[in-house]
Nanobody
Framework: QVRLVESGGELVQAGDSLTLSCVAS?????????????MGWFRQAPGKLREFIAA???????TFYSDSVKGRFIISRDNANTVSLQMNSLKPEDTALYYC???????????????WGRGTQVTVSS
């Protein structure tokens, strides 16, 4: 069983930066190889649908972003089982619960992702 754990969410001011991390493990192992799997970040604000934010391909050669965060957020793979989301110039509308997830391909559709974390809360005050 693959387990994803997000961290790094907190209350920040508009204009601040924040970095979220997603660490994966599998079964009794303390690590899970992302090799061959793409990684995505999503967010969901209260009363809104889950929204795609960013994704990175299994070999790190391709990244893509939603228009709402393009130019402000950066997705990167830190090591074999950790992926980060650097968020700059945060806005109040970025307030949401942020999730990481894995998929066998590069998608912006949350239905295509197989494993999910429980999320980390990001709150941006104006």
């Amino acid at each position: 069983q693959v387990r994803l754990v997000e961290s790094g969410g907190e209350l920040v001011q508009a204009g601040d930066s924040l970095t979220l991390s997603c660490v994966a493990s599998e079964g009794t192992e303390d690590r899970y190889m992302f090799d061959g799997y793409s990684m995505g970040w999503f967010r969901q604000a209260p009363g809104k649908l889950r929204e795609f934010i960013a994704a990175i391909s299994w070999n790190d050669t391709i990244t893509f972003y939603s228009d709402s965060v393009k130019g402000r957020f950066i997705i990167s793979r830190d090591n074999a089982n950790t992926v980060s989301l650097q968020m700059n110039s945060l806005k109040p509308e970025d307030t949401a619960l942020y999730y990481c997830a894995t998929a066998s391909g590069l998608f912006n559709d949350w239905n295509r992702y197989d494993y999910w974390g429980r999320g980390t809360q990001v709150t941006v005050s104006s």
